[in-house]
């Protein structure tokens, strides 16, 4: 089974509202809504978040209701939250980040090594000198 998310109790195989928690999460949303961080709105209600971990809180589906889940959040209030959460964003000028790609992995497709002539009684460095004469082919 999956985590089961923040504001419900499994009761019987079935999810349901920890009703005290719910409140917890609504006054996240309430606060953030109203001009708080992420962090402050959670601090607020007494819970130790980072950043991420309130905004994946208050960004999950299931607080929406699902076929297990019942409803903690409407879609009003999520829909405002997102539309506050990129307005930020862009008043911050963290909107048009460009995300860096990352360089082209090499792909090794061959490796060669000539016969191995035993140069040391020890096996650890014997070892360590076999892999030292292993070259490698990269596909360009």
């Known amino acids: 089974m999956r985590h089961t998310p923040y ?38 209600v007494g819970l130790s978040m980072s950043h991420c971990g309130v905004k994946r809180m208050i960004q999950n589906e299931r607080y929406l209701g699902d076929e297990f889940y019942p409803a903690i959040l409407t879609r009003e209030i999520a829909d405002q939250i997102e539309k ?40 650890i460095r014997q070892a360590e000198y076999a892999y030292s004469q292993i070259r490698n082919e990269v596909s360009s």
């Open 7 to 44: 504001g419900y109790d499994i009761v019987d195989g079935k999810a349901v509202v920890n009703e005290e928690k719910a409140e917890q999460i609504r006054k996240i949303c309430e606060n953030y809504l109203g001009g708080m961080s992420f962090m402050a709105a959670a601090e607020y």
């Open 84 to 123: 506050e959460r990129m307005r930020r964003e862009k008043m911050l000028g963290r909107n048009d980040r460009v995300k860096k790609s990352l360089p082209e992995a090499k792909v090794y497709i061959g490796f060669t090594a000539l016969k191995i002539a035993l140069k040391y009684k020890d096996p």
